[in-house]
Nanobody, 126 residues
Framework: QVQLVESGGGLVQAGDSLRLSCTTSGSSSSLFTMAWFRQAPGKEREFVATITPRGGTTYYSDSVKGRFTISRDNAKNTVYLQMNSLKPEDTAVYSC???????????????????WGQGTQVTVSS
């Protein structure tokens, strides 16, 4: 089991940047595949990005590819989401998730993850 705490959300204007952080405790983050999801009001939870335990492989949704970057520092038990060129449609609650790595798991699907943070609000004004 691992506990996750997100930080770094806020209110920004379109075109601005934000960096979200997700700090884990309870277990070493190096065991876990980590991911960011987001959920806007009235919409389903949406996959944003994922990163393998050692950070060697990353995947992004088409909607954020080229603008967002997921990274991790296992020595600090922290995963980051650098968000550039933010758009109003990026407005959502962003949550990080963690799951012990297993081969072939569908890492883009929320059901895979058993550990979730409480979320941090990102609001992008036009």
């Amino acid at each position: 089991q691992v506990q996750l705490v997100e930080s770094g959300g806020g209110l920004v204007q379109a075109g601005d940047s934000l960096r979200l952080s997700c700090t884990t405790s309870g277990s070493s983050s190096s065991l876990f595949t980590m991911a960011w999801f987001r959920q806007a009001p009235g919409k389903e939870r949406e996959f944003v990005a994922t990163i393998t335990p050692r950070g060697g492989t990353t995947y992004y949704s088409d909607s954020v590819k080229g603008r967002f970057t997921i990274s991790r520092d296992n020595a600090k038990n922290t995963v980051y989401l650098q968000m550039n060129s933010l758009k109003p449609e990026d407005t959502a609650v962003y949550s990080c998730a963690a799951q012990i790595w297993t081969y072939g798991a569908p890492w883009r699907e929320p059901r895979v993850y058993k550990n979730w943070g409480q979320g941090t609000q990102v609001t992008v004004s036009s």
